[in-house]
């Protein structure tokens, strides 16, 4: 027969799309029809103002989704419950809702976390509105140290690395909050949380390095195809007394390169910054334990 919910239910089903920014998402992990938690969104059958936001991102999405398909106002209206006058006011006078905000304050975490993303981690926006940051790494002990600062900075549930098939540690959070703010973000704005202390310079050091360095028995070697990104980590490194090369370019757009066996052809310049093994481990080192020897 048909399942009856509880207004409990009810009310945790919505705040939880609110927390995650998805309905999708939502939906997925309670078990409850997609459609069943639009109408309880949309419809407001059982939320104050107070519980949930009037009108939300999600929501004015929808709504331009509808609307570029060819559908009027007085349509999107009746489909999503909400007034005409305010799908006008979106459509015509360009208004928006106001986005969810995520105050970030300067921290070895938040530090970490953007060293990481701007090396092997992503933040994307995907089908559906599904706002992810992730990480998918060969070293356990990475996943595992992102996926601790991802769980500070964006205070939700820890989530445990996940072994894929191929070897890989995937982790994987989801923020529309961060999304927005991220998007936003050039290395200069960066700056204000990554130079707050020597600390916050470690953090995001070791979180770049963890995933861009190669560490041989006697040198450290960072390749990348962002030149101005390798010239503040090497300034960075040298405000902490840690000795650095030339960045020298590694490797000509277009030229060929071989990765785990397969020939691909580069499609920028790679460029490579040689650092001092002993000034780094000394100073910072790896998260990984097989680049600390």
Not at 75 to 91: D, Y
Not at 282 to 287: A, H
Request: glycine residues 6%; positive net charge; aromatic residues 10%.
């Amino acid at each position: 027969g048909r399942r009856i919910y509880t207004e409990e239910e009810r009310i945790k089903a919505v705040k939880l799309a609110e927390k995650h920014g998805n309905i999708k998402i939502a939906a997925k992990i309670l078990g409850i029809p997609e459609s069943t938690l639009r109408k309880w969104i949309y419809k407001k059958k059982i939320i104050s103002k107070r519980e949930y936001p009037r009108y939300t991102p999600m929501q004015y999405k929808e709504a331009m989704k509808l609307l570029n398909e060819g559908y009027s106002i007085r349509q999107v209206a009746k489909i999503l419950g909400i007034p005409e006058s305010r799908v006008k006011s979106w459509k015509i006078y360009k208004r928006r809702p106001p986005r969810a905000k995520l105050e970030l304050k300067p921290s070895t975490a938040l530090a970490y976390m953007i060293g990481t993303l701007l090396s092997d981690g992503s933040v994307t926006e995907k089908k559906g509105y599904i706002y992810s940051i992730q990480l998918k790494v060969v070293d356990r002990e990475y996943a595992e140290e992102f996926s601790k600062c991802a769980h500070q900075v964006l205070k939700k549930s820890y989530t445990e690395p996940k072994l894929l098939k191929d070897g890989r540690w995937e982790v994987r959070y989801y923020s529309s909050a961060f999304y927005y703010w991220w998007k936003k973000q050039t290395l200069k704005t960066l700056g204000k949380y990554i130079e707050h202390n020597k600390e916050t310079m470690k953090a995001f050091i070791r979180g770049f390095m963890d995933g861009e360095a190669s560490s041989s028995s006697s040198s450290i070697s960072v390749s990348n195809t962002d030149l101005e990104l390798l010239k503040y980590l090497k300034i960075l490194l040298n405000r902490l007394g840690i000795r650095t090369g030339k960045i020298k370019k590694r490797i000509e757009k277009g030229q060929e390169v071989i990765i785990k066996g397969k020939r691909y052809k580069a499609n920028k310049p790679v460029y490579a910054l040689y650092v001092n093994k002993k000034d780094y481990l000394s100073n910072i080192g790896f998260t990984v334990k097989r680049k600390n020897r």
